[in-house]
């Protein structure tokens, strides 16, 4: 029989194995890729098979047999039973050993003290027994002999017992260590005839300790019988490999973190030893019911099934997680048919051996009657054919379930990386007895996950760190007003990692909000495509926007990764939109200032502009009132204001009445001036009415009226200087009263790269400091106004400089009329919540365009409006310019709490 069937069908029945060993296998010579391939190690499988009989002479046995021995077995002593006194038996003793190779076998025992012999006196009749020696690595099971003209007999009594007998003991060995059990068991039929066992027993040999009788070399007695001859079987010890050839993998080997992954790894069977397939993964059913017939035809079934025995362990320790063991999978075909065979009627008999007893998992035909029908492969010589005949199912299976020598199989391989990144290794081989499972073969556990065998396969796999893209809106506010802008557009981008891409959607919260255009992508960083343009504009015809009034609105952007992106930042993004529906001829009021302060030893009076800055030709008429008595409004013009024209802004004057008597002590006092307009003329509305204008009044200690105090002057009080220069201005304090305090030298207001210094930085009365300002070479050319302040103690005052910053080469003239004017405001400029929103607005002269910050972008350079909604106090920069220079105006938008707590940026 080849050995690659050595177990494979049960009718065969011919092993039982006992050993386990390790062997190096042979180096797999593959191509030079990635993946690599070691010698493994082979499974060397040891175990005792039937050997077959030898004989001495002409043995009918009606002296007997000794009895069958179990699996695992040897025979350790022998002898017989008889009447006759003369005999000489010689038995030759031996042992396990491990070969040089790995595997085990059977060493007879060659020296004189392995030549085990029992004489009495001589041979003198009948055939001498020589040579019941079984061949290499095998040993004697069981033995019997045959004789004429003798009985049964004991010393001393030649007729009892009446039967002769034959004599054999046993030993139990470790099928995985080959070594001899303890305990002795009695064989052969001596004891069931009645004798005394062992000191009825003649040519009684015995092996020594831990050995047993391979054979028997002589056997003979004397006259009183005459011996025909012997019989002697034995079993052999048999070894075969288990191994394994690694064939290919569909492993993925590019990886992304955190992520499952699915791949496939195949292996041959280069042993010598069958994989038996011992459960089911899956099946179809479909021939449950097949019934055998001569019309039945055939059946197909689909069976997926794999082997507890055989598993694909994994060998590293990197930071990726596989559950193993992984079993193999192999799909087979069932096909059920009919054939019309004889019936069997006799039992085929069942012998005590049964070194192996594969419980088959496929059947491989099926009697379609409860009766038993074939028996499956089993030998039926012997059996007798009735004159009876059925229809049985034949199954067979394409490819057979075991897999064979040359057969291969894949192994379903799932894994899932981590956070970790980087190339790393993962490393496979087989085992048998995988995961701690009990070996139907070996009926061995293995605790530490199985017996290794095959090739170790290395699969090195790289996990690269995850793309990352950041979504980014070039705006974040469209503004529009009827009879204005009604469009607008923004640059979708990607500002992400290099190579990262994603997909983008819009989405606008309101139906008079129009999407034009939104591309949506792939947008990828480091490409052409990492921007793309949004555009979208008001249906002014939709009846939502139709009433006069302010409409907020949001465009929603959202981005999606691309395959190999892991994550978009920043997404979703909101576009605000802005749409100002204006009444026709509509007004607007708006103040130049928010707030007037006041210092009992500095300033006690200011001004304000009362300004329209509604539609062209719109007017209104204006009336000021103060909340406190101490508070003085000394002109506040009637009007009208009318846009577009000179009296579109009027002046207000306003002051503290230091003698009054509310405000006579030290401390800190607040009222608020209330401008209010009314429509005149064909004007309908005004928009931002009423305005306030907080004041806010300190008294310090000794009173008002200036005493003890001083009064910063700066000259020249405006200066024109070109980006990348500077320039100077001088410093002086005049005191008043008795005040003779050091003062120190601040400025408040410049712009972004402008810097100053002065010398000295502390003055006195009288004296004088020089203030040098340094403009940066990025500093954007406009007209700035600043603060130059003093401070001594709780005294303090400012004067209000100019600074005119120009691109180089260009001069310009602040009196010169084609110059930027603007004005520039934010109403209400105090948000206290729940309410959310202020607008802002401006009118300009000159100028050839405007942008406001905070992500406001460009707007109408002559005149509009934007609506806001700041979560904190925050300043709104509107910087316009034209040919002749720039001018840059703040409006700050202050938020509170409900409880009065300013909101301040974090």
């Given at each position: 029989m080849p050995q690659n069937r050595f177990f494979e069908v049960l009718a065969e029945k011919k092993s039982a194995l006992v050993a386990v060993g390790c062997l190096f296998g042979v180096a797999l010579a593959l191509p030079s890729y990635a993946t690599t391939v070691s010698p493994g190690s082979s499974i060397v499988v040891s175990g005792e098979i039937e050997g077959?009989?030898?004989?001495?002479?002409?043995?009918?046995?009606?002296?007997?047999?000794?009895?069958?021995?179990?699996?695992?077995?040897?025979?350790?002593?022998?002898?017989?039973?008889?009447?006759?006194?003369?005999?000489?038996?010689?038995?030759?003793?031996?042992?396990?050993?491990?070969?040089?190779?790995?595997?085990?076998?059977?060493?007879?025992?060659?020296?004189?003290?392995?030549?085990?012999?029992?004489?009495?006196?001589?041979?003198?009749?009948?055939?001498?027994?020589?040579?019941?020696?079984?061949?290499?690595?095998?040993?004697?099971?069981?033995?019997?002999?045959?004789?004429?003209?003798?009985?049964?007999?004991?010393?001393?009594?030649?007729?009892?017992?009446?039967?002769?007998?034959?004599?054999?003991?046993?030993?139990?060995?470790?099928?995985?260590?080959?070594?001899?059990?303890?305990?002795?068991?009695?064989?052969?039929?001596?004891?069931?005839?009645g004798y005394q066992v062992p000191g009825w027993i003649r040519g009684l040999v015995r092996a020594d300790p831990g050995k047993f009788l391979i054979g028997v070399e002589h056997f003979g007695f004397g006259n009183d019988a005459k011996l025909r001859g012997a019989s002697l079987e034995y079993r052999t010890v048999k070894s075969s490999f288990i191994n394994a050839e690694y064939v290919s993998h569909s492993m993925p080997t590019t990886l992304a973190p955190n992520t499952s992954y699915t791949g496939q790894i195949t292996f041959r069977n280069s042993g010598d030893i069958d994989w038996i397939s011992d459960k089911v993964i899956f099946e179809t059913a479909n021939c449950a019911n097949y019934e055998a017939s001569s019309g039945a035809g055939e059946c197909h079934d689909t069976r997926v099934v794999g082997s507890s025995e055989y598993g694909l362990e994994r060998l590293d320790s990197?930071?990726?997680?596989?559950?193993?063991?992984?079993?193999?999978?192999?799909?087979?075909?069932?096909?059920?048919?009919?054939?019309?065979?004889?019936?069997?009627?006799?039992?085929?008999?069942?012998?005590?051996?049964?070194?192996?007893?594969?419980?088959?998992?496929?059947?491989?035909?099926?009697?379609?009657?409860?009766?038993?029908?074939?028996?499956?492969?089993?030998?039926?010589?012997?059996?007798?054919?009735?004159?009876?005949?059925?229809?049985?199912?034949?199954?067979?299976?394409?490819?057979?379930?075991?897999?064979?020598?040359?057969?291969?199989?894949?192994?379903?391989?799932?894994?899932?990386?981590?956070?970790?990144?980087?190339?790393?290794?993962?490393?496979?081989?087989?085992?048998?007895?995988?995961?701690?499972?009990?070996?139907?073969?070996?009926?061995?556990?293995?605790?530490?996950?199985?017996?290794?065998?095959?090739?170790?396969?290395?699969?090195?796999?790289?996990?690269?760190?995850?793309?990352?893209?950041?979504?980014?809106?070039?705006?974040?506010?469209?503004?529009?007003?009827?009879?204005?802008?009604?469009?607008?557009?923004?640059?979708?981008?990607?500002?992400?990692?290099?190579?990262?891409?994603?997909?983008?959607?819009?989405?606008?919260?309101?139906?008079?909000?129009?999407?034009?255009?939104?591309?949506?992508?792939?947008?990828?960083?480091?490409?052409?495509?990492?921007?793309?343009?949004?555009?979208?504009?008001?249906?002014?015809?939709?009846?939502?926007?139709?009433?006069?009034?302010?409409?907020?609105?949001?465009?929603?952007?959202?981005?999606?990764?691309?395959?190999?992106?892991?994550?978009?930042?920043?997404?979703?993004?909101?576009?605000?939109?802005?749409?100002?529906?204006?009444?026709?001829?509509?007004?607007?009021?708006?103040?130049?200032?928010?707030?007037?302060?006041?210092?009992?030893?500095?300033?006690?009076?200011?001004?304000?502009?009362?300004?329209?800055?509604?539609?062209?030709?719109?007017?209104?008429?204006?009336?000021?009132?103060?909340?406190?008595?101490?508070?003085?409004?000394?002109?506040?013009?009637a009007g009208?204001?009318?846009?577009?024209?000179?009296?579109?802004?009027?002046?207000?004057?306003?002051?503290?009445?230091?003698?009054?008597?509310?405000?006579?002590?030290?401390?800190?006092?607040?009222s608020q001036i209330t401008v209010a307009v009314t429509p005149a003329g064909p004007t309908q509305a005004v928009n931002g009415s009423p305005k306030i204008i907080d004041v806010l009044y300190t008294v310090s200690a000794g009173g008002g009226g200036g005493i003890s105090s001083f009064s910063l002057g700066v000259l020249p009080s405006s200066r024109t200087v070109e980006q990348g220069s500077s320039t100077s201005y001088a410093v002086t304090a005049a005191p008043s009263g008795n005040f003779s305090g050091a003062i120190t030298l601040g400025t408040a207001g410049l712009p972004l790269g402008v810097a100053t210094n002065f010398t000295p930085q502390t003055i006195h009365p009288d004296e004088s400091a020089t203030l040098d300002v340094s403009v940066a070479g990025f500093t954007a050319p406009a007209t700035y106004q600043f603060n130059v302040t003093g401070r001594s103690g709780s005294i303090g005052d400012s004067f209000l400089a100019e600074l005119i910053v120009t691109s180089p080469g260009l001069g310009v003239d602040p009196n010169d009329p084609g110059r930027v004017q603007c004005s520039f405001v934010a109403d209400p400029s105090i948000i206290v919540q729940p309410a959310t929103s202020s607008v802002l607005m401006w009118n300009c002269q000159n100028a050839s365009s405007c942008d406001i910050s905070q992500g406001l972008g460009g707007v109408d350079p002559a005149a509009g409006s934007a609506l806001v909604a700041p979560t904190s106090t925050t300043t709104y920069v509107l910087f316009c310019s034209n040919s002749a220079g720039s001018l840059s105006i703040p409006a700050e938008v202050q938020v509170f709490s409900s409880g009065r707590v300013e909101v301040t940026p974090r």
């Open positions: 077959g009989m030898v004989r001495s002479g002409s043995s009918g046995l009606r002296s007997g047999w000794t009895d069958f021995l179990p699996q695992n077995a040897v025979v350790v002593e022998i002898g017989y039973g008889s009447d006759d006194h003369d005999y000489n038996v010689q038995a030759r003793q031996g042992s396990f050993y491990r070969k040089s190779d790995g595997t085990w076998g059977v060493q007879a025992d060659t020296s004189a003290q392995g030549l085990k012999q029992a004489r009495n006196c001589c041979e003198e009749r009948g055939h001498i027994v020589t040579n019941l020696m079984p061949p290499t690595d095998s040993f004697l099971t069981r033995w019997g002999w045959d004789s004429s003209h003798t009985s049964g007999g004991r010393p001393g009594s030649d007729t009892s017992p009446s039967k002769v007998c034959v004599h054999a003991k046993y030993q139990l060995y470790d099928p995985a260590t080959f070594a001899l059990k303890p305990g002795e068991f009695e064989s052969g039929n001596c004891s069931s005839r990197s930071p990726v997680t596989v559950p193993t063991p992984v079993g193999y999978q192999r799909t087979i075909d069932i096909t059920y048919s009919s054939e019309y065979r004889e019936i069997a009627c006799d039992e085929v008999p069942v012998r005590d051996f049964d070194p192996i007893d594969f419980a088959p998992i496929f059947l491989e035909q099926k009697p379609s009657r409860s009766y038993a029908g074939l028996f499956r492969g089993i030998n039926l010589a012997g059996a007798q054919n009735c004159p009876l005949a059925e229809w049985v199912t034949v199954v067979s299976h394409s490819p057979f379930p075991t897999v064979r020598r040359g057969d291969s199989v894949t192994f379903p391989v799932s894994f899932t990386t981590t956070g970790a990144t980087g190339q790393m290794d993962l490393v496979f081989q087989l085992s048998r007895g995988s995961g701690g499972a009990t070996s139907g073969l070996l009926n061995v556990a293995y605790a530490n996950g199985g017996i290794p065998f095959g090739n170790v396969v290395t699969i090195p796999v790289t996990v690269v760190p995850p793309l990352s893209g950041t979504l980014e809106i070039s705006k974040q506010q469209f503004t529009f007003a009827s009879g204005g802008a009604t469009s607008d557009s923004a640059l979708i981008s990607n500002i992400g990692g290099p190579a990262s891409g994603f997909t983008v959607t819009c989405s606008a919260t309101e139906s008079w909000l129009v999407v034009d255009t939104c591309p949506p992508g792939p947008y990828v960083q480091g490409t052409a495509s990492e921007s793309q343009s949004l555009s979208a504009h008001v249906d002014t015809d939709s009846q939502t926007v139709s009433v006069p009034g302010s409409y907020g609105a949001q465009i929603r952007v959202d981005a999606t990764p691309v395959s190999g992106t892991a994550v978009v930042n920043s997404s979703p993004q909101f576009v605000n939109v802005s749409y100002i529906v204006s009444q026709a001829n509509a007004a607007s009021l708006d103040v130049s200032k928010q707030q007037f302060v006041f210092d009992s030893d500095g300033t006690t009076d200011d001004s304000a502009l009362i300004m329209n800055i509604g539609n062209p030709g719109s007017s209104f008429t204006a009336t000021c009132s103060a909340n406190e008595p101490w508070i003085i409004v000394d002109d506040c013009p009208p204001y009318v846009a577009g024209q000179s009296s579109e802004n009027q002046l207000l004057l306003a002051h503290a009445d230091v003698s009054h008597s509310q405000v006579a002590s030290a401390g800190s006092y607040s």
